[in-house]
């Protein structure tokens, strides 16, 4: 007996590393009113899903309507659907009418299940829809591997209703707009803007205290669409990963892209390779990554997506 008590001791340190599937009270799903009806429910993490945020990264948003509830991204797990769903319940007893996903990436998408009971309309970008059906196997798997099991198998529930171009409805007596990005930061994002409460939710074409992604998306449209969504006018902003902010929030981002195109240029320009570029990225935008935690995991990725789509624009 005494020799099987270090196996149990072992045993006993990988449970406590959060190994295996986590629960819905496992996510501390807060939702925060930002305007009336209108709410944030916020990540804490700022990094890829890991064991320790047990893969919640990305942030979700909802709007309670006159009748019915929209919801924005259900998160990286059925379980943090069901998680969602649950805190949704703490404002109100409506039925979730209406999802939007915001783009393909597994965090954003793969707590639709979580909703099945509500039977909502599930609105996405086609290229978003396509890619979801081909991905989901894989961002599944990628997410246990990254959290250790806490993600576990979740069911998929696909959006049913594409949205290609700029759509005006009205939901539940709530004025919603959806925004397509024009493939800004992944293929078929979309935004969603509500004109009453000038709220933009915007998934991941806006980042705030966190480096964006930029390699799946097209980084020279990104920095025009910013205008697109300034001129709305938000008076606050829901993004896809950091905190809330106002609309101060649009131009900086901009300003990072922006500084980010135009040191990957100079890296064209002066004909080096893609990996002889990132350190002229990392100098040119040192004071500017104050504000955005975790640019060093995504800078050699970044630059060498975006060194071809420079090239391109250069030559
Ligand atoms: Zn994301």
């Known amino acids: 007996m005494i020799r099987s008590i270090p196996w149990l001791a072992v045993a006993l340190v990988w449970s406590a590393q959060a190994l295996g599937a986590a629960s819905p009270e496992d996510y ?4 925060e009113r930002v305007a009336p009806g209108v709410y944030a429910v916020l990540s804490p993490a700022r990094d890829f899903p890991n064991p320790e945020n047990l893969g919640w990264n990305a942030n979700m948003a909802f709007v309670v309507t006159g009748d019915g509830v ?38 954003h998408w793969l707590g639709n299940h979580g909703f099945a009971g509500d039977g909502p309309e599930i609105m996405a970008g086609s290229a978003s829809i396509a890619r979801m059906k081909q991905q989901a196997d894989g961002w599944i798997d990628s997410f246990n591997d990254m959290t250790g099991g806490a993600t576990g198998q979740s069911r998929t529930l696909f959006p049913d209703r594409a949205v290609d171009e700029r759509v005006e409805r009205d939901l539940g007596g709530t004025r919603v707009v959806l925004l397509p990005s024009g493939d800004s930061h992944s293929p078929g994002d ?64 901009k300003g990072y892209l922006t500084a980010l195109w135009a040191a990957v240029e100079e890296g064209v320009l002066q004909g080096l390779p893609d990996f002889e570029t990132v350190p002229i990225v990392r100098e040119r935008m040192a004071d500017i990554v104050v504000d955005y935690p975790g640019f060093e995991d995504k800078v050699n990725r970044s630059v060498a997506h975006m060194y071809t789509e420079v090239e391109d624009s250069v030559f």
């Open 28 to 31: 501390p799903m807060a939702p």
């Open 70 to 107: 929209l919801v924005v991204d259900t998160g990286s797990s059925e379980t943090m659907g069901v998680a969602l769903r649950n805190a949704i319940r703490s404002v109100t007893d409506q039925p979730v009418r209406w999802i939007v996903n915001t783009h393909s990436h597994g965090d």
């Open 190 to 253: 979309l935004v969603v803007w509500l004109p009453e409460s000038r709220v933009l939710i915007t998934g991941d074409v806006v980042y705030t205290d966190r480096a964006p992604s930029v390699w799946d998306g097209r980084v020279a449209q990104w920095i025009g669409f910013m205008d697109t969504l300034i001129g709305l006018g938000p008076r606050v902003v829901i993004p896809g990963h950091g905190r809330v902010e106002g609309p101060e929030t649009l131009p900086r981002l």
